[in-house]
T-cell receptor, first 116, second 114 residues
Framework: DTEVTQTPKHLVMGMTNKKSLKCEQHMGHRAMYWYKQKAKKPPELMFVYSYEKLSINESVPSRFSPECPNSSLLNLHLHALQPEDSALYLC???????????????FGPGTRLLVL | AQSVTQLGSHVSVSEGALVLLRCNYSSSVPPYLFWYVQYPNQGLQLLLKYTSAATLVKGINGFEAEFKKSETSFHLTKPSAHMSDAAEYFCAVGGPFGNNDMRFGAGTRLTVKP
């Protein structure tokens, strides 16, 4: 099973709301990623977790707060977002054992977020 | 730092014609190179991956790519386009050192005309 699942598929939220995006994988992967993708652009890396510890934070605003409760789950907590944060948010996972960025990343279908 | 450049943001071919999507890389160490495909409203799916085992890499859906060190290229090809190949294609580069971050090219949108 090479599936990464993400919920919800779509999310509309106001600038004062608090919401969470969820990602799950059962491939035994130890690295998990959050990407942001704007229309007609490549994915932009936001966060990387390796063995449940945050290893990369690409200078993401604090209104985005990641959490990795266990090796299968990855959350992205959202608070006080801006309209420019509207995008497709992709989760991915990889084995996490090879080190570096040589590993194949498996992507979920994404959550399409609209901030009003 | 590693990076990839995809030449041509949009490529249009006729059904049955050759598909050629261009990718050039920049890396100070032997790179790991990937091609991903993204269909509308979906996540990214791996097409193929170069790991130095062979310069010609075969992937899914009839795609293949050839690693040419002298040209620092990793172009994606398919002999005969199918309507279902219409999608966004991303070339990406990784490496053996550093953090778990892969760098994507800007993407190429492939249109297939009937």
């Amino acid at each position: 099973d090479t599936e990464v699942t993400q919920t919800p598929k779509h999310l509309v939220m106001g600038m004062t709301n608090k919401k969470s995006l969820k990602c799950e994988q059962h491939m035994g992967h130890r690295a998990m990623y959050w990407y942001k993708q704007k229309a007609k652009k490549p994915p932009e890396l936001m966060f990387v977790y390796s063995y449940e510890k945050l290893s990369i934070n690409e200078s993401v605003p604090s209104r985005f707060s990641p959490e990795c409760p266990n090796s299968s789950l990855l959350n992205l907590h959202l608070h006080a977002l801006q309209p420019e944060d509207s995008a497709l948010y992709l989760c991915a996972s990889s084995q996490g054992t090879s080190g570096g960025s040589r590993e194949t990343q498996y992507f979920g279908p994404g959550t399409r977020l609209l901030v009003l | 730092a590693q990076s990839v450049t995809q030449l041509g943001s949009h490529v249009s071919v006729s059904e049955g014609a050759l598909v050629l999507l261009r990718c050039n890389y920049s890396s100070s160490v032997p790179p790991y190179l990937f091609w991903y495909v993204q269909y509308p409203n979906q996540g990214l799916q791996l097409l193929l991956k170069y790991t130095s085992a062979a310069t010609l890499v075969k992937g899914i859906n009839g795609f293949e790519a050839e690693f040419k060190k002298s040209e620092t290229s990793f172009h994606l090809t398919k002999p005969s386009a199918h309507m279902s190949d219409a999608a966004e294609y991303f070339c990406a580069v990784g490496g053996p050192f550093g953090n778990n971050d892969m760098r994507f090219g800007a993407g190429t949108r492939l249109t297939v005309k009937p």
